[in-house]
């Protein structure tokens, strides 16, 4: 079968984009308004955008319930310069989930879903606590691109977790990375290495 995108409706072509870039990281963002409101949302379209200097990214689509509106993490960022992402573990997936709906911007969503903001080293924006790996971000640029956003972030600050850190790296096994499909969830039941007799 062979598609050609501009013959589908955007909403197919998502489908068939979610579902082929699997398994997905969740950039489980936090932002602070200027008012000082705390925000809390995830976005797995999330990568490394460079090793050197350190850079990260997430694309953030219009808001679903007022497109073109944008979501509040991006208006937080670009008025704020600043996010951290934090990586979602298994025991919080729940919490993640609950903190991904449409709240009021002048609602605290780290209270919504019962979680707790822990202060940062360079930014203002809060990181979250419970999180066993989180990176503290400065804002280097916005792309806009078609319909979505893509926010790129100069990473300025690790938090890990002590039992994580092992000589040097992170233990991944320990850190129990959530990972997106289309609509769905992935765990890392098992980690190899290559070549392998396996396969
Ligand atoms: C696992 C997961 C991944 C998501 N990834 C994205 C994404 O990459 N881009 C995006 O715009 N929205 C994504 N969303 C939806 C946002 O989290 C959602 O729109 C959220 O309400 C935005 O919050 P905000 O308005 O506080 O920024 C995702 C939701 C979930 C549950």
Known sequence: LIIDPDTLDPQSRYKLLIGSVVPRPIAWTSTVSREGVHNLAPFSFFTVASRNPPMLCISVGPRTDQPPNTKDTLN????????VINIVSLPLSNSMYESSGTHPPMAD???KAGLTPAPCEVVTAPRLEEAAVSMECLLDRVLQLGTDHLVIGRMVR???RD????NGRIDVAKLQ???RL???YTKVET???LPSEDF
């Open 76 to 83: 937080n960022i670009a008025e704020m310069g600043e996010f």
């Open 109 to 111: 969503e780290f209270e």
């Open 158 to 160: 690790f938090h890990v």
């Open 163 to 166: 039992e994580l850190y092992k």
């Open 177 to 179: 990375p959530l990972g």
């Open 182 to 184: 289309a609509g769905n």
């Open 191 to 193: 980690i190899f290495e």
